[in-house]
């Protein structure tokens, strides 16, 4: 299957967003008439520039208010039929999408479409093309691909043909399934798009909120398993409107895009083995099995308050790297990499971020196999320099140019022992500290949808429904990326505004990247208790939050005031509860948590509001600049 996109899914010049297309590796593109229109190439010029870039012209689109007119707008229809084919042909393209009328002064009637799409079969023939009707969701007497299939069925002329759109057949629901009747021959398109699962007026969805298969709601995917059942195997192509994509940098979108269409299919293979689809054999998505380490490029400076969280934290030195200024600092399942050099990518990043973390490990059941299926689906393998004796451990480049490496059974806990030398620390008391239960990661809004498709496409784990956070200088959207038995959890925070907190962080360090990471623990009581006797002080929650709590819930008011004189916060769901709290911040952007779950599966997201203020206040008190 040809993967393709249609010019109007892109923001930038006609030329910029054929780049950007080239570049991500698509066969084709459809041909939006208001981008060639705004260009100022001639059609033939315009059509070799697209063919030099190694492009094929698919489709050009789109023909509106054709079929079922009455006179004199019929002859018209077909005026500007011919005139559009000719153009067609100076730009070389063989396929025109006809969508179906949204004329008031439209006629209807199954027949009546079905002639006029003859004839013009008729037309097409003369000037060598093709034409593919389309039923759009807010057609006047079309909405629905079933009608426009028995249109096309009874005009009945080998260059007329169907087109489908995933949204036009999803948005309003209608079963796929009966897609799979249609001859594959007469299938002569093929466009997709998903879209968020809100209630809201199609049309406007439709133009606003599209976006890549993968990113949305829709099930895109029995949609296509419904096409590809037909025998169908031309072309997909992403039409998607977005207002976000069309201000966002070209490369990115065509990127998200090319792996969005690359994960579809694999998808589609799975779920179809019957089906024998030809491809790329890609492995399957990685299983996780949580995370492994998370290595921080630190400021000697800075790095001094690190290491005094951690052994707060109850985390011991258990490693010396043989060549490097890296330290390793592990507890339960935890693993923390502090790297003080000045060289690589650890250095540049110290240069440029202060102190951050900017690479975790996770523990697939593969590396190999995980490092293949990133590589397929257009990851961007990193490698630096490999010193003699360190291990080879495959990474991709991850949020705001961190790293991801995955590391399996044979390079965990080998990885260990061949890069750090075991050093003798008696350490502190233990903090009962288990695993890394979450990492969180701040962004940009629009970088999101990216990230998303990122970790749902390379790993067999889900995306939950956004949701808004309130700081109290903007929202924040948050969006979480869970593996299927929960030991990997994502949080993405994204923000538009560099107001809130999260948009600090960006400002702060420079870009996307980790805010937090969570550990968690069985029992959050006695991790403070320990932890404070090592010397640390959580961050201050308002006394007022305890109040309103402890009324909320019902709690005992011993239980409230035990939770207010260790600053832990407290949520409930139907199922369990979850209790938190917070480190100070680290560098004004960093900062820990601690979690214990009973039976709960959030993240505690009523309380957010209650951190950032506290988190705000306290920047505020420490002379800092507030935001
Ligand atoms: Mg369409
Ligand atoms: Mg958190």
Redesign the pocket.
């Known amino acids: 299957m040809k993967t393709c996109i249609a010019t109007v899914s892109l923001s930038g010049s006609l030329r910029e967003k054929l780049e950007a297309i080239a570049r991500a590796g698509f066969a084709g593109v459809e041909i939006f008439e208001g981008d060639f229109l705004g260009s100022d190439e001639s059609p033939r010029n315009a059509g070799r520039m697209i063919r030099d870039l190694g492009l094929e012209i698919m489709l050009f689109q789109p023909f509106r208010d054709f079929e079922a007119m009455p006179e004199p707008q019929r002859r018209r229809g077909f005026e500007r039929a011919a005139r559009k084919f000719e153009l067609m042909n100076e730009l070389g393209v063989d396929l025109i999408l006809v969508c179906s009328n949204t004329s008031p002064v439209s006629l209807g009637g199954i027949d009546r479409a079905a002639a006029d799409l003859r004839e013009l079969g008729d037309l097409a023939e003369t000037a060598g093309v093709r034409v593919g009707y389309e039923a759009l969701a807010w057609g006047r007497h079309i909405r629905d691909h079933r009608d426009a299939w028995e249109i096309v069925r009874r005009a009945d002329h080998p260059r007329i043909g169907l087109i489908l759109d995933s949204f036009h057949t999803l948005a309003p629901k209608i079963e796929v399934d009966s897609i799979r009747a249609i001859p594959g021959d007469r299938l002569f398109f093929v466009q997709l798009a998903d879209a968020p699962q809100i209630e809201m007026d199609v049309l406007q969805r439709s133009r606003h909120l599209r976006n890549m298969p993968g990113e949305g709601d829709l099930p895109v995917v029995d949609f296509m398993r419904a096409v590809c059942a037909t025998g169908y195997d031309r072309a997909i192509s992403l039409e998607i409107f977005n207002d976000q994509f069309r201000a966002g940098p070209p490369n990115q979108v065509a990127i998200d895009g090319h792996r969005s269409l690359l994960n579809l299919m694999d998808q589609v293979r799975r779920a179809e083995p019957a089906l024998e689809l030809a491809g790329p054999a890609i492995p399957p998505p990685a299983r996780t099995k949580g995370v492994a380490f998370v290595e921080f490029a630190a400021d000697p400076a800075e790095s001094a308050a690190l290491v005094g969280i951690l052994r707060s934290f109850g985390f011991r030195r258990t490693g010396r790297h043989k060549t490097k200024d890296v330290d390793l600092f592990a507890q339960g399942d935890i693993r923390i990499v502090v790297n003080r050099e000045s060289e690589g990518l650890a250095g540049s990043t110290r240069h440029v971020r202060g102190t951050s973390a900017y690479a975790f490990g996770l523990a697939v059941e593969d590396a190999a196999a995980t490092l293949a299926r990133a590589q397929a689906l257009d990851g961007e393998r990193f490698k630096e320099m490999i010193a003699p004796g360190r291990l080879d451990i495959p990474a991709v480049r991850g949020l705001g140019g961190g790293l991801i490496y995955f590391l399996d059974g044979r390079t965990l806990p080998a990885v260990w022992s061949a890069e750090f030398d075991p050093v003798e620390d008696a350490g502190g008391a233990p903090g009962g500290l288990l695993a890394v ?2 990492l ?1 990661q701040s962004m940009t809004y629009d970088e999101m949808p990216s990230w998303v498709l990122f970790y749902t496409s390379l790993l067999d784990a889900l995306k939950k429904p956004e949701v808004d956070i309130v700081d109290p200088s903007g929202l924040v959207r948050s969006r979480v990326v869970e593996s299927s038995d929960a030991s990997l959890r994502i ?1 993405m925070n994204g923000t538009e505004n560099y107001r809130t907190l999260a948009g600090r962080f960006l400002r702060e360090s420079f870009g996307s990247g980790i805010q ?1 990471i ?1 550990f968690s623990t069985g029992d959050i009581f006695a991790a403070m208790a320990a932890f404070k006797a090592s010397g640390f002080r959580p961050l201050a929650i308002s006394p007022n939050y305890y109040d309103d709590v402890e009324s909320r819930f019902g709690l005992d008011p011993a239980f409230a005031d035990r939770l207010r004189a260790d600053n832990i916060l407290y949520d409930r769901s139907e199922t369990g509860e979850y209790f ?1 709290f917070y480190s100070p911040t680290l560098g004004d952007t960093f900062f820990f ?1 601690v ?1 214990e779950r009973r039976n709960y599966d959030g ?2 997201g009523p309380n957010a509001p209650f951190r950032i203020a506290a988190q705000k206040r306290r920047l505020q008190s420490s002379g800092t600049e507030a935001y």
Request: no cysteine.
């Open positions: 239960d979450h969180a949080t937090h969570a938190q948590e979690v993240y505690g």
